[in-house]
């Protein structure tokens, strides 16, 4: 495969990158200009729909079409939200993005914004990057003094603010309902759809949520066109008349027990194993790989005879996993006991968990007590299927819970359990040989605490 | 009657609450602002300033309250230390030895997660993924991420305090 040349990545690591300077020398801002000139909003989202341009923040729902929801006519406003509490366990893509090049998603906002008509903009940054709120306002203060945001943007009858709103490091605000919900001032609880946020949303209003990445890669359709986009990845399957493919560059996270770990640009469609060898330089220290989460954790693991897998929307899907998600792959060497690894993800869903949903809430909490005394020697073989019965009821994708981290926490407990069973009833039997065959209930009192 | 109690909210801290208010078409979401905003100032948010929050924001105080203590991040009991290091926990520094890390720290500093040392000078939180893996482990303390810890560069970190 030749290599890729990167296009969101382009401008990352030249000198002062993060400044309009050296993002207009390079050619920043010019789609924006020539949008706003010769094409109307509904231009832009027939453009980005034609590219068949898919969220990068994890569902990969089809941005375009997520634009064509907000009603027609509406008096307004019309909210636009960009998702920057990017808080999947080892994802870092968006980071890059707004610490480094943040005019290239400011761009994208206002195309956006220009494109669903909204007025106001708002990007939910996470609390834990400091640097990107500083390179964000500045760029933002760039913007304003330069005419391409405040009233009658580059003389036209457009006018937009952007303002950064930060988070308060809790998970649960990554998701777009959450995150309206903390926007407005209240506690980051998810709410029932219907109605979706294109109808009612932030301030009971028309809102547009969405992702960093998803925005950059918008810049780059304006400027360059919808058949370019389309040109790379990994086009939509002749026989699903309703796969939207897996079309674009993409930010590739790698990270965990590698030689070099980072993000990289790559068309969709790359598997993991080639990421993991030719991008991430290969398992540290000379060791094998044993297993690898294809996207974040929530969505399940690859063992490594498995680490052929496309990372397309498509590809993990058919593996086992949940989906592609933030495409941020960790690699676990051999040395990994997969008990930790499913104790920490599990331990992280935990706590992350928002307390709204009676299933998510117990089931997250009561798996991590399992696995907390499996750990702790007093494991028994019938956890693994009590812990593989929550994994199976949690979640929307069972209809037990109101969002998706219940899902995030249920595959990395059945893709473990399911896919190394073994090592589970290896290590129960090792830590507890007296004990590993019974079956009576635990009393509540001996719940034991690892950490 | 009572005499006239002291404002936690100082004048600075009020007008730089108050600036958020064009932001926003309703008062309420200023709540997250301007409990960062003191946050920032007193390093923590006690109950006092939350009545006078929520007397800014034309709310309950229970609102403000019902959404600061969702999150976790804000104390209420008494301020955090001079700096507040965030030791993440989660897979990719766990990988490479992020809990170790995190035990060091708080062995060396005599404290728990979520404690601050008797001098003032240091609290240890730990964080869920704060993005920088590529750089596991790592900790983040004010607008720093100290990156590729080892055990030393830890001690070093300490030493630094």
Do not use: W
């Given at each position: 495969m030749p290599d890729f040349e990167p296009v969101l990545l382009a401008n990352i690591g030249k000198p002062e990158s993060h400044t309009l300077k050296a993002y207009e020398a390079a050619g920043g801002y010019r789609a924006l200009k020539q949008m706003l000139k010769e094409k109307t909003p509904l231009d832009v989202v027939e453009l980005v729909k034609s590219s068949n341009l898919r969220g990068r923040g994890g569902a990969g729902f089809p941005c375009g079409l997520k634009w064509s929801f907000l009603p027609k006519d509406h008096p307004g406003p019309i909210y636009m939200c960009v998702n920057?509490?990017?808080?999947?366990?080892?994802?870092?893509?968006?980071?890059?993005?707004?610490?480094?090049?943040?005019?290239?998603?400011?761009?994208?906002?206002?195309?956006?914004?220009?494109?669903?008509?909204?007025?106001?903009?708002?990007?939910?940054?996470?609390?834990?990057?400091?640097?990107?709120?500083?390179?964000?306002?500045?760029?933002?203060?760039?913007?304003?003094?330069?005419?391409?945001?405040?009233?009658?943007?580059?003389?036209?009858?457009?006018?937009?603010?952007?303002?950064?709103?930060?988070?308060?490091a809790a998970y649960i605000c990554g998701e777009e309902t959450g995150l309206i919900e903390s926007l407005e001032g209240k506690r980051a609880w998810p709410r029932i759809k219907p109605p979706f946020p294109a109808v009612e949303g932030l301030f009971r209003k028309p809102t547009v949520v969405n992702n960093v990445e998803t925005l950059c890669c918008v810049t780059h359709i304006a400027a360059r066109g919808a058949d370019w986009f389309k040109s790379i990845g990994v086009p939509s399957d002749p026989n699903n008349p309703r796969d939207p493919g897996s079309y674009g560059p993409k930010l590739y996270c790698i990270s965990g027990h590698v030689n070099k770990p980072g993000c990289y640009e790559l068309p969709l469609g790359v598997t993991c194993g080639e990421l993991i060898d030719r991008h991430g330089g290969g398992v540290w220290k000379g060791r094998k790989a044993k297993a690898a989460v294809p996207g974040g954790i929530s969505m399940g693991l690859l063992t490594a005879a498995e680490f052929d897998c496309p990372l397309d929307f498509a590809g993990p899907g058919r593996y086992g996993c949940l989906g592609l998600g933030t495409a941020a792959v960790t690699v676990l060497d051999e040395t990994v006991s997969i008990v930790d690894f499913l104790h920490n993800t599990t331990r992280f869903m935990a706590h992350e968990s928002c307390g709204q949903c009676t299933p998510c809430r117990e089931g997250t909490a009561w798996a991590l007590r399992l696995l907390e005394r499996i750990k702790a020697g007093k494991g028994r073989l019938a956890d693994l299927d009590l812990i593989l019965e929550i994994g199976d009821n949690i979640g929307i994708i069972p209809g037990t819970t109101i969002c998706g981290l219940a899902d995030g926490a249920a595959w990395p407990m059945k893709n473990s359990i399911r896919k190394f069973r073994e090592e589970f009833e290896q290590h129960i039997k090792g830590t507890n040989p007296g004990g590993y065959m019974v079956t009576e209930a635990v009393r509540a009192l001996q719940v034991i605490k690892v950490h | 009657m009572n005499p006239p109690t002291e404002r936690i909210l100082n004048d600075t801290i009020v007008a730089e609450i108050k600036a958020y208010f064009p932001r926003y078409p309703t008062r309420q979401a200023v709540t997250l602002p301007a409990l960062h905003v003191v946050n920032r100032h007193l390093r923590y948010v006690p109950l006092a300033a939350v009545v006078e929050i929520a007397a800014l924001l034309e709310l309950h105080p229970a609102d403000v309250q019902d959404t600061l203590s969702f999150y976790g991040f804000f104390k209420q009991d008494a301020p955090h230390g001079e700096t507040r290091a965030w030791v993440c926990r989660s897979i990719a520094c766990a990988l490479r030895g992020g809990e170790e890390v995190l035990e060091h720290l708080c062995h060396k500093a005599g404290i728990a997660p979520g404690q601050t040392t008797p001098d003032g000078k240091l609290t240890i939180e730990v964080a869920e993924c704060l993005g920088a893996c590529e750089f596991a482990p790592c900790l983040l303390a004010g607008d720093i991420v100290h990156k590729d810890l080892t055990i030393e560069q830890a001690d070093v970190f300490l030493s630094q305090l």
């Open positions: 920057a509490d990017e808080s999947e366990p080892a994802t870092f893509n968006n980071r890059i993005l707004m610490e480094q090049d943040p005019h290239q998603m400011l761009e994208g906002t206002i195309l956006g914004c220009y494109a669903t008509r909204a007025s106001t903009a708002y990007i939910y940054l996470r609390y834990e990057y400091p640097q990107a709120l500083n390179r964000l306002e500045a760029a933002i203060a760039e913007c304003y003094a330069q005419g391409y945001l405040g009233k009658n943007i580059l003389g036209t009858e457009f006018s937009l603010d952007i303002y950064v709103h930060r988070g308060a | -």
